[in-house]
């Protein structure tokens, strides 16, 4: 079953299977298949205590008093790059990789945050943990709802993203709609990167920045499968995220190597999709499907991706899991 599900890319959950070829030949790129014309969009600023908090925000059109609400999707960005570089990074002459440009063309209203100590938003003398993200993500909803008049959004979360996405999801499921988790990991058990990264747990420890240079940015698209990603697009995010300094929080990387789990699948009570790179190093795929049977929900997706690493949102075959997302949280609503 585990090469079965490798090997295809399984959409696996009430007993249904869906193959990369007809994944494949039902996504068009985003370029041809969503609507043209430019975007709107606007930013944001909210206060958790005296942190303030970087937001964004992109859809297809500037919002209009009585219009129609528009889905709401949040993207949570992970431990080393912060929201806009992650989800809108600009590349030009190397296709679409903005997953806002991508969702908003095809009708979401897209948001998302910096986390403390990430891009834009407040520097402080805090790590910036998992359960601190989750406290950001709580007071960057309250401008959502003030903004959109609605209180659920969809909320996808990349990584160390997929965790505060899943944290503040078990704290606040009245106000997440459908959640998605990409490259989550439950337990960490059996990672070869986690065993690798815990070697320097005594560092995380003790203080609360890392160094993030360049050649740390390169080594996130080569070290689960070079190939998987184009190497032109590290560039484009050393570019993007270097503006910042060269120093983010230990907190992810603290309760990735040594505090997990720190999701308990039982208390999770919304739709759920877990995303996974064939070849991602950090999250497995026997301690995806622990978390995964686990779910209570019968309303549930676990997808593999081929040819994929640990980024799906910057893999060379993204165009795969813009489409898994989109089918998951456009699917009718049933009674």
């Known amino acids: 079953m585990k090469s079965l599900l490798t090997r295809r890319g399984v959409i ?37 205590g005296d942190v303030s908090l970087y937001m964004y925000r992109k ?22 790059l912060s929201s806009r570089t992650t989800f809108d990074l600009a590349t030009p002459g190397h296709g679409e990789y903005s997953i806002m440009n991508v969702f ?10 910096d986390h403390e100590n990430y891009g834009r938003s407040s ?54 709609d459908r959640l998605v988790l990409g490259a989550f990991t439950y337990k960490g058990e059996g990672s070869p990167t986690l065993t690798e990264r815990a070697k320097q747990l005594d560092y995380y420890r003790t203080h609360n920045m890392r160094l993030r240079d360049i050649t740390m940015i390169r080594s996130i698209f ?70 995964f049977q686990q779910l209570p929900t019968g309303d549930k997706q676990f997808v593999v991706l081929p040819g994929m690493a640990h980024s799906v949102a910057m893999g060379t075959k993204r165009q795969l899991f813009w489409h898994a997302m989109h089918s998951f949280l456009s699917l009718p609503v049933t009674t």
């Open 222 to 291: 080569t070290r689960d499968k070079p190939g998987t990603s184009e190497p032109a697009i590290a560039d484009f995010v050393a570019e993007s995220e270097l503006k910042f300094g060269d120093q983010v929080p230990t907190g992810t990387y603290l309760d990735m190597t040594a505090n997990l789990p720190l999701v308990d699948p039982k208390k999770v009570r919304n739709p759920v999709m877990l995303i996974r790179g064939e070849y991602d190093g950090i999250a497995t795929m026997n301690d995806l499907t622990d978390f």
């Open 12 to 48: 696996a959950g009430a007993g249904a299977t869906l193959s990369t070829g007809w994944l494949a030949q039902s996504t068009l790129a985003a370029e041809t298949n969503a609507a043209p014309g430019k975007l709107w969009s606007n930013e944001y600023w909210t206060k958790k």
């Open 59 to 80: 859809r297809a059109s500037a919002p209009k008093p009585g219009e129609s609400p528009l889905p709401l999707l949040f993207l949570v960005h992970g431990s080393s």
């Open 104 to 113: 908003a063309r095809w009708g979401y209203d897209v948001w998302t945050m």
């Open 123 to 176: 520097r402080t003398k805090n790590n910036s943990d998992v359960a601190s993200g989750a406290e950001d993500l709580a007071a960057g909803m309250e401008v959502v709802a003030k903004e959109t008049g609605q209180r659920k959004v969809h909320l996808f979360g990349e990584s160390s993203g997929a965790l505060r996405a899943g944290v503040y999801a078990v704290a606040h499921p009245d106000r997440v």
